[in-house]
């Protein structure tokens, strides 16, 4: 089973600034991840496939980038709105697996 | 796109229950579908998949025997029969339809969860 490890566990910024979230693989899953928020009480939100790739209505300030077996979200310029919890997860290989997320909170 | 989730609730441990998602605003047909469960407070677990035809579906190790996943196309629904239930396997239960992109399917649509809780 490929391990997804994510860091930090908990990201303290203020809205404005730029968040940098990494995932980790234990193994290369190539570009077969994605990124996914959530916020309390709701279902996760894809926001990022493919590695890079911008789902549907996920505004631009979100961005991803990697490869194999390190990878990157970013967001740039914070709003209110983007402070929830982010999980990456791969599909490279069954059983497709999450990491164990990352809790952006307002500072 | 709109998945809609039922059933959960109590159960007893070793009992069953089945849970449903039923599936409006596009075409169910043409679609993989997963179901990914979360155990309160903790991370997402992805616990199998289903093929648009029903010819292929995928359990993770933990549930495999005791989940069934299945599909009606013609009612666009799917189902999770859970069997043998463990205190383990409480948790909110989502069910997602998998986007065929360039470079894999991905979970772009979620229904809103629905909450099974084992006692004892």
């Known amino acids: 089973e490929i391990v997804l490890t994510q860091s930090p566990a908990t990201l303290s910024l203020s809205p404005g600034e730029r968040a940098t979230l990494s995932c980790r693989a234990s193994?290369?899953?190539?570009?077969?991840l994605a990124w996914f928020q959530q916020k309390p009480g709701q279902a996760p939100r894809l926001l990022i496939y493919g590695a890079s790739n911008r789902a549907a209505a996920v505004p631009a300030r979100f961005s991803g980038s990697g490869s194999a077996t390190d990878f990157t979200l970013t967001i740039s310029g914070l709003e209110p709105e983007d402070f929830a919890i982010y999980y990456c997860q791969q599909r490279s290989d069954w059983p497709y697996t999450f990491g164990q997320g990352t809790k952006l909170e307002i500072k | 796109v709109q998945l809609v989730q039922s059933g959960g609730g109590l159960v007893k441990s070793g009992g069953s229950l089945r849970l449903s998602c039923a599936a409006s605003?596009?075409?169910?047909?043409?679609?993989?579908m997963a179901w990914i469960r979360q155990a309160p407070g903790k991370g997402l677990e992805w616990l199998s998949y289903?093929?648009?035809?029903?010819?292929?579906?995928k359990y993770v190790d933990s549930v495999r025997g005791r989940f069934t996943i299945s599909r009606d196309n013609a009612r666009a629904t799917m189902y999770l029969e859970i069997n043998s239930v463990r205190a383990e396997d409480t948790a909110v239960y989502y069910c997602a339809r998998l986007a065929s992109y360039g470079s894999g399917s991905y979970a772009d649509s979620w229904g809103q969860g629905t909450l099974v809780t084992v006692s004892s």
């Open positions: 193994q290369s899953v190539s570009s077969y």
């Open positions: 289903i093929s648009s035809d029903s010819r292929y579906t």
């Open positions: 605003d596009f075409t169910f047909s043409d679609y993989y």
